[in-house]
């Protein structure tokens, strides 16, 4: 006859108690002398430093994005493209006055870029608030800080 083993339920523990214990099972030195590993738990992101951070990303980005646009427009330009591309939209629209207006297309990319760029930064907010939620549920990220000496 098979044994039945009956399981104990856990007591719940606190969450504090969880990052003590946590805290508490610190890696030793492992192997050589030379490294000392922790580890660590990402329990909360500062959503101002996110929202800083992310700004300072995205618009970067729109940044870099604006300017290759730039570049790859003016090599169309000098290679006749945006010429062959204005001919072909005369005479697809039957009218001699079709230009393409650079100013205008700049500014409404960069409009557009911009209303991403805020968008993507509320996203990314919300996204660290979400984070914050669910390590405050789960416990959060354990990462293992690994330190070398130089004199190895």
């Given at each position: 006859?098979?044994?039945?083993?009956?399981?104990?339920?856990?007591?719940?523990?606190?969450?504090?108690?969880?990052?003590?214990?946590?805290?508490?099972?610190?890696?030793?030195?492992?192997?050589?002398?030379?490294?000392?590993?922790?580890?660590?738990?990402?329990t909360k992101v500062d959503?101002?430093?996110?929202?800083?951070?992310?700004?300072?990303?995205?618009?970067?980005?729109?940044?870099?994005?604006?300017?290759?646009?730039?570049?790859?427009?003016?090599?169309?330009?000098?290679?006749?493209?945006?010429?062959?591309?204005?001919?072909?939209?005369?005479?697809?629209?039957?009218?001699?006055?079709?230009?393409?207006?650079?100013?205008?297309?700049?500014?409404?990319f960069t409009l557009l870029?911009?209303?991403?760029?805020?968008?993507?930064?509320?996203?990314?907010?919300?996204?660290?608030?979400?984070?914050?939620?669910?390590?405050?549920?789960?416990?959060?990220?354990?990462?293992?800080?690994?330190?070398?000496?130089?004199?190895?």
């Open positions: 006859m098979a044994k039945r083993v009956a399981f104990d339920s856990p007591p719940l523990v606190s969450r504090r108690e969880r990052l003590r214990r946590r805290r508490d099972l610190a890696v030793a030195p492992v192997g050589h002398s030379s490294q000392r590993s922790y580890r660590q738990t990402i959503l101002w430093s996110v929202l800083k951070i992310s700004a300072c990303f995205y618009m970067g980005a729109l940044i870099v994005v604006l300017t290759a646009g730039i570049a790859l427009w003016e090599i169309a330009r000098v290679a006749g493209v945006v010429d062959s591309i204005q001919h072909f939209m005369r005479q697809l629209l039957g009218s001699n006055d079709f230009t393409f207006l650079s100013w205008r297309l700049l500014k409404g870029g911009l209303v991403i760029v805020c968008l993507s930064i509320v996203v990314t907010v919300i996204g660290a608030a979400f984070y914050n939620l669910f390590a405050e549920i789960m416990g959060g990220v354990v990462i293992t800080v690994v330190e070398e000496d130089e004199a190895h």
